[in-house]
Structures are given as C-alpha cells and as structure tokens.
C-alpha cells in the first residue's frame, strides 16, 4: 500500500484535489471529505490505467509541510 500526497484546493463553488507524484491524477467535489474519496478513487483508477498501459508505477516521493511566515 503507497501513501501519496495530496493537494486540496477551495475553487469558487466546490474543492479540487490533484496528485503531485501522478501528473494528470485530479477530482473535484462540493466537500472537502467528497474531494478526498474522489481523489482515492481517481488514484486506483490511474494507477490501473498505468500498469494496463504497461508503465511503471511511481513510488510517491512528495512530502507536504507548512511553514509559517510573518504577514
């Protein structure tokens, strides 16, 4: 099982996610927690597409953090 990262953004009227590790990889949803299982579903199916199309499957290799700065 492989843990890759994600990024959730808040869009005008819903959230979209994206895979950094898995270019192309996207959902959207009306909720954070519909963007996050999107997301899941949109990674297994990517994945599957890849090793159907005979490409070697990415390790993630992402790391998130925040870091805090004076505004």
Same mark, same amino acid.
């Given at each position: 099982m492989n843990r890759y990262a994600i990024v959730v953004?808040?869009?005008?009227?819903?959230?979209?996610?994206?895979?950094?590790? @898995?270019? #192309?990889?996207?959902?959207t949803g009306d909720t954070i927690a519909e963007v996050e299982a999107?997301?899941?579903d949109a990674i297994e199916?990517? @994945?599957? #597409?890849?090793?159907?199309?005979g490409l070697s499957i990415p390790e993630p290799a992402c790391q998130v953090d925040y870091v805090e700065v004076a505004c």
């Open positions: 953004e808040s869009a005008e009227s819903n959230f979209a996610a994206c895979v950094p590790d @898995l270019p #192309g990889c996207v959902a999107a997301i899941k199916m990517h @994945l599957e #597409g890849m090793a159907e199309d």
